[in-house]
């Protein structure tokens, strides 16, 4: 598995501005190729570790692939599944590898680093989810609005006056 130092000296494939969250794509691959090596490892020593490499790399695997497949989107809606999904898959892989820490199975440090950084990217990745509800609520907010305002004002009256009869609780 690579190191702190060689995992910082390696070269990044990412756009200089993080346009389009090229940031948290590039950490979820970087993430999926340290679980790999740390995988690696783990293989090699037999045992629980060996039993645990086909889910961990999957999970993992799958958090950068959903990832970048959030990217290609067609919808808002798609948007935000494949995010939830690739979430998921980020939580489990950040449980398992909380059970190697907790267990001592694998390199410590490099154990505890990977546990630090799924704990991190299920964070940002909750966040971009609300962030992206929020905006797509205000986005409809705003429609609702622009649609009322291009109706007629009898049109909105008879709209208003509707919704408020509807909701009128009768005298009892």
């Known amino acids: 598995m690579l190191g702190m130092a060689a995992v910082a000296s390696t070269v990044k494939q990412q756009h200089p501005t993080y346009e389009d969250g090229q940031d948290i ?3 979820s691959f970087e993430y999926a190729c340290r679980v790999v090596g740390l995988c690696e490892q783990l293989d ?5 570790g060996r039993l645990m490499v086909p889910q961990i790399l999957s ?3 799958s958090f950068a692939a959903m990832r970048e497949g959030a990217r290609a989107a067609e919808t808002d809606n798609d948007f935000i599944s494949k995010c939830g999904i690739g979430l998921k898959e980020c ?6 590898l909380r059970v190697c820490e907790r ?3 694998g ?3 490099d154990v505890k680093a990977l546990v630090q950084e799924g704990s991190e990217l299920v964070a940002i990745v909750t966040a971009i989810i609300r962030n992206k509800k929020r905006n797509v609520a205000a986005k409809r907010a705003s429609e ?4 009322a305002a291009k109706k007629s004002p009898r ?13 009128q609780t009768p005298n009892s």
């Open 91 to 96: 939580r489990e892989s950040w449980t398992r």
């Open 144 to 147: 609702e609005v622009a649609r």
């Open 25 to 27: 794509r590039d950490r």
């Open 103 to 105: 267990r001592r199975i």
């Open 44 to 48: 090699a020593g037999g045992r629980i």
């Open 155 to 167: 049109d909105a009256r008879d709209t208003a006056s509707s919704t408020h009869s509807k909701f």
């Open 59 to 61: 999970c993992s695997l």
């Open 107 to 109: 390199p410590a440090d």
